[in-house]
Each structure stands twice: as C-alpha cells, then as structure tokens.
C-alpha cells in the first residue's frame, strides 16, 4: 500500500515510518524540522521524503494521489512552548490538520488515523480509578489542547460530512525509541535518563506527586498499525492510547535514580493522567504491553 506519514522524521512518526517500511509498504513523509525538543530528525532513505509544511496546500497536495492511508502526528506538539507561540501551535495544528483532511478527501484516501493528547482532559474531572474514558468532556488548558481537540472535531466532521474515516488515538505520555530530550520542555523520561548520564540533578516540576501514564513507543506504533490495517470503519471516533497505570514524577525519579531539584509549577498542565483502555481493546484488540520498569532496567 502508499502511505502518507505527516511529522515522519520525529519521535513517533519515525518509529511508525520505519515499521510501515519493515512491513513493504511505499512510505511518503512530511516534515518541516520545527520540533523544537528534537536534537536530531530521523530521514528513513527508503522513504520519499519531503520537507514541506502540512499548511502548505500548494505544495503537498499532488503527495496524496493514489494514497491509501495517511498516518497524520505533525504538529506543535509541547504544551509549555503553545502558551509562549499560540499563533503558530494554532496555525500548524488547526489549520495543518484541516489541510491534511482537505488533501486526503480530495484524493480518495482511505482512512485518515490523527495523533491527539490526553491533554484534553485538564484538571475537571475527578479522575477514576479506571481511567479517564473518551465520552468525558474536554477541559483545554493550553492552546495545545484546544488546538489538537479541534483537529479531532475537524476529523469527525470529515468523517460524517465527506464520507472520509478518520481515527482520532489519545496518546498517554509516550516515551522510548528516539524520545526528544533537547531542552526543559522535553518528555520526562528521556530527560530523566539525559541527566542522569551527564551526572546532573533531575528536575522535577511542583511537587512532584503529579501522575502519568506513561506509554512505550512500540504499543503506539502498533495500535497506528492495528488501526490501519482493520477492516472495520472508525467514523470519526477517538480512542485513548495508555498503559491504564500511572505513578508520580517522584515514583519515576526513584525508579531511574540520581540526585533531583524541585523548579516551580507550570501553567496548563495536568495534575493526573490515566487511560481507560476498554474502547481500543473492544474495537481492534489493542492493549499496552510494555512495562515501565523493564523499559528502565534495560536503561540502567
């Protein structure tokens, strides 16, 4: 099959590149190199690549003819750098993610599967103990979130007005293979590990006793590749992508181990995250296999 992957030279869509090759298919990416938490981009040669911005109709319009399935994650994808640049997070993932849309009705693709953020979620709801589950109402604290929630409204739109299936996967603190580590805005994890490497104090947000559910590479890149390849139809629905476990930024700066330092509490940040899993595991069977604490022993 032809695919499109949008944000193909980062973190995760370099991952799902690769596997997508791995598996024979002919592979399209774009990207523009703007994650600014990345120390290196990740160009599979076997790839067509293509460093276009995904706003850029003009120029990434032919790329979808003949297109089967289009695996969109470009994005401005950090929450603390949204509230420095909100005109720039919007424009790239509003306006990015509508052109990605546009392109892909108008070329018949398939199915369009989007990367969103459990970001969505906020500081509301009480969160269960089973997890937050998809049917709660949003709470947008950043011009991240609310600019990545409209992205799955514009996919569910397209999906009941122009008859393109698109799936929205909420994605829970992805860490592992190629994880950015560039800068203090960066995922903990990698940052974490960087430090302690460099013989440097972690640091740690507030308190430290907010919670995460931190979710492998590899369960991401397979539950893209399940949702591609079912047979089903996904009409515009969302789907959390998580472990269903969390633990605090202390519980995991004890589990890598170093010295830390406490720095102060950020704006727009959640205190808790959590996935119920239940929706993805009944649609297509997908449930998170890889432990955190064997991820970090294998680290050590």
Known sequence: ???????????????????????????????????????????????????????????????????????HLAAEARIQPSLLNPLLTVKTNALGTSTILQCSREAGVKRVIYS???SSYGR????????????????????????????????KLYSSLFNLDTVTLRYFNVYGYREPTRGQYAP??????????????????GDGEQRRDFTNIEDVVRA?????ESSDNFNGEVYNVGTG?????NELAKLVGGDKVYIPERKGESRITLANCDKIKRKIGWEATVSLEEYLKGKM
């Not at 949008?6 to 995760?12: R, S, V």
């Not at 893209?224 to 591609?228: A, G, L, P, S, T």
């Open 1 to 71: 099959m032809k695919v499109i992957v949008t944000g193909g030279a980062g973190f995760i869509g370099s991952n799902i590149v690769d596997k997508l090759l791995d598996m024979g298919h002919e592979v399209i990416v774009i990207d523009n190199e703007s994650a600014i938490c990345h120390e290196h981009f990740y160009w599979n040669d076997k790839a067509h690549n293509y460093k276009f911005d995904i706003c850029d109709y003009e120029n990434i319009r032919p790329l979808f003819d003949g297109v089967d399935y289009v695996f």
């Open 116 to 118: 969103s953020t459990s």
């Open 124 to 155: 509301r709801h009480v969160c269960p103990q089973t997890g937050y589950t998809e049917d709660l109402e949003e709470d947008c604290l950043t011009p991240y979130s609310v600019s990545k929630v409209n992205g799955e409204k514009m996919c």
């Open 188 to 205: 903990v994890i990698g940052l974490f590990l960087k430090k302690t490497r460099e013989g440097k104090p972690m640091t740690i947000v």
């Open 224 to 228: 893209n590749i399940m949702c591609m």
């Open 245 to 249: 476990r969390n633990y605090s930024i």
